[in-house]
């Protein structure tokens, strides 16, 4: 039989706070622009520069002027040499190794380069040879070279690869080389640059060895070392 239809409850508008609602939202959409714009991987350069950046107070006279291909070419071949030289090897053979090296591994079509890459790899590595600073390096004991390193830093992963870890009279040390040009009197400042460098690739050698580390920054062209830790 027909019944009485029953009357549905009210129910009151659920109270929305729809300003909140609408911020979460911009917060959100702020939080995915900043995540896309920063990048999964970091290197000590890429660090810098994203420092440089942010320093709008610089003046335009002191920030970086481009880089030019050849300095970078130089010191990749540089780097590409040391990384294979027997330190226990007479340094006055080293010229024989150089044109195998631009042979392999300076590109094709560049071969009017070779000539001029080749005096410049000369003039940087008799100043190396003849230092005290390669001396030492004969003497220590080398644990590494070209090390790849990556760790995790500030919510990304850091990389990079150290150029040589050795052993001098009980000390760790992990070197890096640089073939700036600097004067003798500019290498405090020229040191000063790679604070950044020094400061990751160290804490990472503490975190994996569980050792304290020195640091030397090598300026091959003078044939000179900074101890910048």
């Known amino acids: 039989p027909p019944v009485k239809q029953r009357e549905a409850p009210g129910y009151a508008p659920l109270p929305i706070d729809w300003p909140s609602y609408a911020r979460l939202w911009r917060d959100r959409a702020a939080a995915r622009e900043a995540s896309l714009k920063t990048p999964l991987f970091l290197t000590p350069t890429l660090l810098k520069r994203r420092e440089a950046e942010m320093a709008d107070a610089v003046p335009e006279r002191e920030k970086p002027a481009p880089v030019s291909e050849t300095p970078l070419l130089i010191g990749e071949l540089a780097h590409r040499f040391l990384e294979g030289w027997d330190f226990g090897e007479d340094p006055a053979d080293f010229r024989s190794g150089l044109e195998p090296l631009l042979v392999k591994y300076l590109a094709p079509g560049r071969d009017k380069e070779r000539a001029r890459l080749q005096r410049e790899l000369e003039r ?10 390669y001396h030492e390096l004969r003497s220590a004991k080398i644990l590494g070279r070209e090390i790849p390193l990556l760790i995790p830093w500030d919510g990304a992963i850091m990389e990079g690869v150290i150029d040589l870890l050795y052993e001098k009279d ?3 040390f992990l070197a890096d080389y640089k073939t700036d040009r600097v004067e003798t009197d500019g290498l405090a400042e020229a040191a000063a640059r790679y604070r950044r460098q020094v400061e990751i690739y160290s804490e990472a050698a503490r975190r994996v060895l569980q050792r304290d580390v020195g640091f030397k920054l090598i300026f091959l062209r003078l044939g000179a070392a900074v101890e910048a830790l």
């Open 124 to 133: 940087i590595f008799t100043a190396f040879f003849s230092s005290s600073v």
């Open 170 to 172: 009980g000390r760790l």
